[in-house]
């Protein structure tokens, strides 16, 4: 029995700890990695640098050139480049605007113009925030995420979207402020 807890003891093995991570960015660059996934007919327009509906600069901007009829999301493959852990928890937080309510769903008298929006992080999604569709102000997300899957892959993107969300051709999406925290356990 010594010799069998004496190798147990000898052969543990000791996990390192990583040291957090932090990516933050007030203007989002064109440099930066994010592109639009699953967009009808990759018909999409990204440009950086803009001016958001409230008159202030430093936006991202994505156009969709087509109504939507699925699932769409902006993504970025490279940020976070290996730093991914099973049990790490990422906090993203970010402004944004959905301009032009009209251009956000259907119109029809049960569309109320909010637009649930979500953050994707290591094979998991965040909470659903709602964001008003045409607001004159931008509606500020945060929240945190723990990763079941070591994905590079973070989205920021609309949640559980239904037919009556869906973004008509011409619907804009503006991000600015981007932070994105790791920490490890």
Do not use: C
């Not at 933050?24 to 996934?37: F, K, L, P, Q, R």
């Not at 430093?58 to 969709?64: I, S």
């Not at 769409?72 to 730093?83: D, F, P, S, V």
């Amino acid at each position: 029995m010594l010799g069998l807890g004496n190798s147990l003891t000898q052969n543990s093995v000791k996990r390192e700890i990583r040291e957090d991570f932090t990516y933050t960015e007030e203007v989002i660059g064109s440099g930066d990695g994010w592109e639009a996934y699953s967009v009808l007919n990759d018909n999409y327009t990204l440009l950086y640098n803009q001016t958001a509906p409230d008159s202030t600069d430093g936006w991202m901007k994505l156009t969709l050139n087509e109504t939507q009829t699925d699932f769409w999301t902006l993504q970025n493959l490279t940020l976070l480049n290996g730093r991914v852990e099973v049990g790490s928890t990422a906090t993203i937080s970010y402004k944004i605007f959905l301009d032009t309510a009209a251009l956000w769903g259907d119109d029809s008298e049960n569309d109320d113009d909010v637009i649930l929006w979500q953050n994707f992080y290591g094979g998991e999604v965040g909470a659903n925030t709602p964001v008003t569709a045409g607001s004159a102000t931008h509606t500020s997300i945060s929240n945190s995420i723990s990763a079941t899957l070591t994905t590079n892959t973070i989205q920021l993107r609309q949640g559980l979207y239904q037919a009556k969300d869906l973004p008509l051709a011409g619907a804009e999406v503006y991000i600015k402020d981007l932070s994105i925290s790791i920490t490890y356990t």
